[in-house]
């Protein structure tokens, strides 16, 4: 009886907010994943926690504009809704909710959103306006939504970092970081790596393992910063990728590291204008 009346309860989507709030009345204990669309393995991961650990699950696709600092980069990020949906389907979500702008930039922020000064590292650093992007939309979903737990990667481990910081403490929610989902050959999957021909993504895969290799280094090294200055000149001359950072960073506070306990190897570096991140 119980696997029939789970056979036709339909997944719900919800186009606006209206939708939004109507389907949402009287639940509680629902679990959020906000996504950017382009499902993969890393997203399908965060759902599955979520529908273990919640009672009903919400996922987002929202590609939002505020956090892109590159206009083409926005154009060109790969969308795919009725895959997306189709997986979503499968899965047994409870809620898509697949907004427009207007729902999610309805209302004005009484003040804008600026990191301090030392949160300016990494992609801040490198992507001028991205995380603002971010968290103001985070803390608009978040209000819209008011999930209990939210679902984020730590794949993206600045950004669960910041929206951590930002959104427990304003509401009632939890963050919940999940691991990264990586391939066979230790790329971390990513909706950008659609983007990427077959010899990128091979290439993209041999630097996955090449911060494996380095990280592991660090264990007998009594200068982890010479290594890290080395592999950078290597990977550029090697690769022939546009490399932004190369840094080991505590990952309790992301300071400035030299020494493996409690730290993170993080990249950041283009492949012929296809910005991929990671961290080891
Ligand atoms: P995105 O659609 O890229 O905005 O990602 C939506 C969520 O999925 C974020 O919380 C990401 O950190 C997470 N995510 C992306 N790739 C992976 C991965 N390979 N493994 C685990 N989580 C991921």
Sequence with gaps: MFYLLN???????????????????????????????????????????????????????????????????????????????????????????LPKKNDVYFFKRKSLIKLPKKDRILCAKFRKGHFEGVIDVMDRLTKIIKPKKIFMGEKDFQQLYLVKEFIQKRYNTKIISCKTIRDTNKLAFSSRNKL?????????????KEMILLKNKFVKSKNIKKLIFEKKKDLINSFDIKLDYLELRNILNLKSSNKIKDSKLFIAYSINKVRLIDNF
């Design 196 to 208: 990427l021909d077959k010899i990128e993504l091979i290439k993209a895969g041999k630097i996955s």
């Design 7 to 97: 056979y036709f309860i339909q997944m719900k989507i919800l186009l606006n907010n209206n939708d939004l709030n109507e389907a949402l009345y009287n639940v509680s204990d629902l679990g959020f994943v906000p996504t950017m669309g382009s499902l993969h393995q890393g997203h399908v991961s965060l759902i599955k926690k979520s529908l273990k650990r919640c009672n009903k699950t919400i996922v987002s696709i929202f590609v939002n504009p505020t956090q892109f600092n590159k206009k083409n980069d926005y154009i060109n990020y790969p969308r795919n809704n009725r895959r997306d949906l189709s997986i979503l389907k499968r899965l047994k979500v409870n809620f898509v909710y």
